[in-house]
T-cell receptor, first 110, second 114 residues
Framework: GEDVEQSLFLSVREGDSSVINCTYT??????LYWYKQEPGAGLQLLTY?????DMKQDQRLTVLLNKKDKHLSLRIADTQTGDSAIYFC??????????FGAGTRLAVHP | NAGVTQTPKFQVLKTGQSMTLQCAQD?????MYWYRQDPGMGLRLIYY???????DKGEVPNGYNVSRLNKREFSLRLESAAPSQTSVYFC?????????????FGDGTRLSIL
């Protein structure tokens, strides 16, 4: 079935770049999303990319898509302590549905 | 601008009790969703409603029922709660016009079944 996989943890130093990786199985996924979840809160949409694009940049965020390998990454430049959160990758899984990865917990330390 | 509102935020139940989780959105979205979030498993779709008057099962529907009361409201009911239903429940909504409209999430209901 459709699946989305992410590594569970990432630790970076403040000011460094963070790269969170994601792989998905459904080659028909039209849109791929990155959501951020802070403690005790819901999911906040960060950015998304259409499947016919290979890169999207939005301020400190860069999304790279390798459609051939079904690999998606989120790069956060100049990572700050406020970026500490869980980041979810999600792939559109047919009309009206999203398939979520398990989430990557990003810890930013001084 | 409230967005997606879930009530209650926290609840503790005993095994066998029933409970309805409420969700309302004020964005005039036509599709609504219920997910559960468990550690290390991401979000799993329980039920969804593509439009007012329709509901469909998601990945993990067993033990749950839903009602799309009107365009704004979508409730999730546990008829006989079990400890395996201890989780964080999220409601989401989306305006369906093409496929690039993202889902918007509420802040969740933290449910513990003893």
């Amino acid at each position: 079935g459709e699946d989305v996989e992410q590594s569970l943890f990432l630790s970076v130093r403040e000011g460094d770049s963070s790269v969170i990786n994601c792989t998905y199985t459904d080659s028909s996924s039209t849109y791929l999303y990155w959501y951020k979840q802070e403690p005790g809160a819901g999911l906040q949409l960060l950015t998304y990319i259409f499947s016919n694009m290979d890169m999207k940049q939005d301020q400190r965020l860069t999304v790279l898509l390798n459609k051939k390998d079904k690999h998606l990454s989120l790069r956060i430049a100049d990572t700050q302590t406020g970026d500490s959160a869980i980041y979810f990758c999600a792939a559109s899984g047919g009309y009206n549905k999203l398939i979520f990865g398990a989430g990557t917990r990003l810890a930013v330390h001084p | 601008n409230a967005g997606v509102t879930q009530t209650p935020k926290f609840q503790v139940l005993k095994t066998g009790q029933s409970m309805t989780l409420q969700c309302a959105q004020d964005m005039n979205h036509n599709s609504m969703y219920w997910y559960r979030q468990d550690p290390g498993m991401g979000l799993r779709l329980i039920y969804y409603s593509a439009s007012e008057g329709t509901t469909d099962k998601g990945e993990v529907p067993n033990g749950y029922n839903v009602s799309r009361l009107n365009k704004r409201e979508f409730s999730l009911r546990l008829e006989s709660a079990a400890p395996s239903q201890t989780s964080v429940y999220f409601c989401a909504s989306r305006y369906v016009r093409g496929s690039n409209q993202p889902q918007h999430f509420g802040d969740g209901t933290r449910l513990s079944i003893l």
